[in-house]
């Protein structure tokens, strides 16, 4: 099973753009797999954010469709996520997973990263 | 968008009881749904898959049924590792959904 660990800046201010990696390692992200954002605010439940394939093929949650970009780089086996014009509203702890296909259960999780936004 | 609803809120329990949690969604999803558990600042893990089928590793006592767009999500004899919050998360239909959560605690 792979693992997956999420990086990337835990502060920003409101105006700047999130940015997040997902790194896979014990399998390769060339697979038939999905790969997945998903957020929780603190305190609160989870939301999908938007999914990408091997191929760079991508799907957003329409209520953030403007504002997400989610793409692959498999030369370093990750996926990664970009929000722009954050609000203290995004700030939220942000988990990648995994599916073994689109539209499935996400049957791996990174361990999530907290992302605060605030001036 | 199929919204889930996911009851109770809070499920108050005792230690080697039954807990049973539903989620209710607003269209049909086939038995495309599934089960999360999330302990405190933890990743949710999955629990539950094609309504029924548990995934690898998960204890017996975890068990998923369904009737139409009514899921249950049964613990029998609850452990002290089994309290969290509880997720379902429909795959059917996209965008993919979470219901609410529902909190599993100590009685």
């Known amino acids: 099973q792979v693992q997956l660990k999420e990086s990337g800046p835990g502060l920003l201010k409101p105006s700047e753009t999130l940015s997040l990696t997902c790194t896979v390692s014990?399998?390769?992200?060339?697979?038939?797999?999905?790969w997945i954002w998903v957020r929780q605010v603190p305190g609160k439940g989870l939301e999908w954010l938007g999914e990408?394939?091997?191929?760079?093929?991508?799907n957003y949650n329409p209520s953030l469709q403007s504002r997400v970009t989610l793409s692959v780089d498999k030369s370093k086996n990750h996926f990664s996520l970009k929000l722009t014009s954050v609000t203290a509203a995004d700030t939220a702890v942000y988990y990648c997973?995994?599916?073994?296909?689109?539209?499935?259960?996400?049957?791996?999780w990174g361990q999530g990263t907290l992302v605060t936004v605030s001036s | 968008e199929v919204l889930l609803t996911q009851s109770p809120a809070t499920l108050s329990v005792s230690p080697g009881e039954r807990a049973t949690l539903s989620c209710r969604a607003s269209?049909?999803?086939?038995?495309?749904l599934a089960w999360y558990q999330q302990k405190s600042g933890q990743a949710p893990r999955l629990l539950v898959y094609?309504?029924?089928t548990r995934a690898t590793g998960i204890p017996a006592r975890f068990s998923g049924s369904w009737s139409g767009a009514e899921f249950t999500l049964t613990i029998t004899s609850l452990q002290s590792e089994d309290f969290g919050f509880y997720y379902c998360?429909?795959?059917?239909?996209?965008?993919?959904?979470f219901g609410g959560g529902t909190k599993v605690e100590i009685k």
């Open positions: 997973a995994t599916g073994e296909k689109w539209l499935a259960p996400f049957d791996n």
């Open positions: 014990g399998g390769s992200i060339s697979n038939n797999n999905w």
């Open positions: 990408v394939y091997q191929s760079g093929t991508n």
């Open positions: 269209q049909s999803v086939s038995s495309d």
């Open positions: 094609g309504a029924s």
């Open positions: 998360h429909q795959y059917n239909n996209w965008p993919p959904t």
